[in-house]
T-cell receptor
Framework: ETGVTQTPRHLVMGMTNKKSLKCEQHLGHNAMYWYKQSAKKPLELMFVYNFKEQTENNSVPSRFSPECPNSSHLFLHLHTLQPEDSALYLC?????????????FGDGTRLSIL | GEDVEQSLFLSVREGDSSVINCTYTDSSSTYLYWYKQEPGAGLQLLTYIFSNMDMKQDQRLTVLLNKKDKHLSLRIADTQTGDSAIYFCAERALTGGGNKLTFGTGTQLKVEL
């Protein structure tokens, strides 16, 4: 139990589908992060939300759309994805974005694009 | 930009010590972290060290930091089969701002009987 829960754990979708990934943290943190983990590559930071405000967007294609309705929940809406988007998507949280408190990760959603 | 490098594989026998190495390039690094990832799981925070420290010990784990050489290591004493996983080094640097981490590509540790 990491305190960060991601659903679904696995997702297979076609390129024309629309789906959403969900992340919920029970740690009382105020910053939440989306990362992409592909084989043989370092983790790529996609988005950061701090106190529900988006503070970072690392040139992520618009087919990925994040949403943070409150400090405990983070979504990643997916639309018209490409095969190269197949990866493990990890959510993390930390106390806030300005400090250096460690980031705590969920178990990820394994996404496969057909 | 920041860069973090790790060797890809390490194989040790059960009961031996494992040493996983990491080098980084950003001299403004403030915190350095070690994460563990088991198959099918996310990243589990193992330990972290502030850049003004040389060493940190936590049970079987010892972190050594050589700031001059920008070299970080993680030593696991009495390595067990349950330690088999991928270990990621990460740095938080002052450049770029915010709590942004740069990760290495991970070291796969295999523990053999």
């Amino acid at each position: 139990e990491t305190g960060v829960t991601q659903t679904p754990r696995h997702l297979v979708m076609g390129m024309t589908n629309k789906k959403s990934l969900k992340c919920e943290q029970h740690l009382g943190h105020n910053a939440m992060y989306w990362y992409k983990q592909s084989a043989k590559k370092p983790l790529e930071l996609m988005f950061v939300y701090n106190f529900k405000e988006q503070t970072e967007n690392n040139s992520v294609p618009s087919r990925f759309s994040p949403e943070c309705p409150n400090s405990s929940h983070l979504f990643l809406h997916l639309h018209t994805l490409q095969p190269e988007d197949s990866a493990l998507y990890l959510c993390a949280s930390s106390q806030d974005f300005s400090g250096a408190q460690p980031q705590h990760f969920g178990d990820g959603t394994r996404l496969s694009i057909l | 930009g920041e860069d973090v490098e790790q060797s890809l594989f390490l194989s040790v026998r059960e009961g031996d010590s494992s040493v996983i190495n990491c080098t980084y390039t950003d001299s403004s690094s403030t915190y350095l972290y070690w994460y563990k990832q088991e198959p099918g799981a996310g990243l589990q925070l193992l330990t972290y060290i502030f850049s003004n420290m040389d060493m940190k010990q936590d049970q079987r784990l010892t972190v050594l930091l050589n700031k001059k050489d920008k070299h970080l290591s993680l030593r696991i004493a009495d390595t067990q089969t349950g330690d088999s996983a991928i270990y990621f080094c990460a740095e938080r640097a002052l450049t770029g701002g915010g709590n942004k981490l740069t990760f290495g590509t991970g070291t796969q540790l295999k523990v053999e009987l």
